[in-house]
């Protein structure tokens, strides 16, 4: 079993201090329209204007900056679905580390670019996530290369956190956040410094139909595979939760939320149009789970802040939803 050195909580503090440099410390915006239907006050934190178009560079910046010398010598190997892979390549770069990338065969076109633009090798492997990661995994025991996870690892987690931290320290009040789940860095950091900071705050996590194999680990109590279909939140594509995650999550999670294909495309089209926040489909989960009437009851005189998590969406998607 994995153990941290020191508690998360003081990873996270650390975080925000090594990445005050490197990340964009994005805007908190409020959502005039979903608040007045919804008769509470609504923000979006918007990581869609992050450095590389999302969060994953907060972790893992955070990640790579910790290598020891030896490490650094041996290079870098991730796995992605596009996010953390520009994460990847560009902290690496900053850091002048080799790094090497694998993405599935369905990864969007404009993430393999940008990954390709950051300096890194891609390699594209295996139909999902889950395929691609244990490829990445196989390889990185022939070749010794550092292997970055994508989410279950404590300083990726810690790194996430960092958004917990902008969030309340703009709006020390908030009363809910809301955070779209994949392997479950994001959620996990950003609840854990939330509730230590203030435990009354709750943590609301979304996914798809489609895949939510982290959700259904909680309502299960043990790690469970769930994945029937693609889903439109590519980032979030991930059937089997990190074991990491899961037990950091499963104590502070308040509530769940499933949202239909159907309705990430609404939200992906409404953020466009009404709110002008280009976001991919990970990014609109947030904006899904508020439009499905899911979380009326908990939204009217709160304040609530559902995190957009990235934007890069590929044109044709974006033009073919809208």
Not at 78 to 88: F, I, K, L, M, R
Not at 151 to 180: N, S
Not at 224 to 242: E, F, K, Q
Not at 277 to 295: D, K, P, W
Request: aromatic share 4%; proline share 4%; glycine share 8%.
């Amino acid at each position: 079993m994995l153990t941290m050195e020191k508690p998360l909580i003081n990873q996270i503090y650390e975080a925000q201090e090594r990445l005050e440099s490197v990340v964009i410390q994005t805007p908190l915006v409020p959502s005039n329209i979903l608040s007045g239907l919804k008769e509470g006050k609504i923000f979006f934190k918007l990581e869609n204007l992050q450095r590389t178009g999302s969060f994953k560079i907060r972790g893992a910046y955070n990640k790579l900056a910790q290598l020891s010398p030896s490490e650094i010598e041996r290079g870098v190997i991730a796995a992605s679905a596009g996010n953390h892979a520009q994460g990847v390549a560009l902290s690496a770069k900053i850091l002048g580390i080799q790094a090497r990338i694998f993405m599935p065969v369905t990864a969007p076109l404009t993430k393999i670019e940008a990954t390709e633009k950051y300096g890194a090798t891609v390699k594209l492997i295996g139909e999902t996530f889950d395929e691609t990661k244990q490829a990445a995994l196989d390889e990185s025991v022939i070749t010794n290369e550092i292997f970055i996870p994508p989410y279950d690892d404590y300083a990726v987690i810690a790194g996430q956190g960092t958004i917990g931290l902008e969030i309340l320290e703009t709006i020390a009040d908030v009363d809910q956040i809301i955070l779209p789940i994949g392997g479950g860095g994001l959620i996990a950091g950003v609840a854990t410094i939330a509730k230590t900071i203030n435990p009354a705050i709750k943590i609301i996590g979304v996914q798809s139909y489609n895949v939510h194999g982290m959700l259904s680990s909680i309502w299960n109590q043990q790690i469970t595979a769930n994945r029937s279909n693609r889903t439109l939140a590519d980032g979030c594509d991930v059937a089997i939760p990190g074991d990491i995650t899961y037990r950091v999550l499963s104590p502070l999670i308040d509530e769940t939320v499933l949202v239909e294909e159907e309705v990430i495309k609404q939200a992906i089209e409404y953020l466009a149009y009404k709110e002008k926040i280009v976001a991919e489909g990970a990014g609109a989960l947030t904006a899904a789970a508020i439009m499905s009437g899911a979380l009326d009851h908990l939204l009217i005189n709160r304040k609530t802040v559902a995190v957009v998590s990235g934007g890069n969406i590929d044109s044709g998607s974006l033009k073919e939803i809208i």
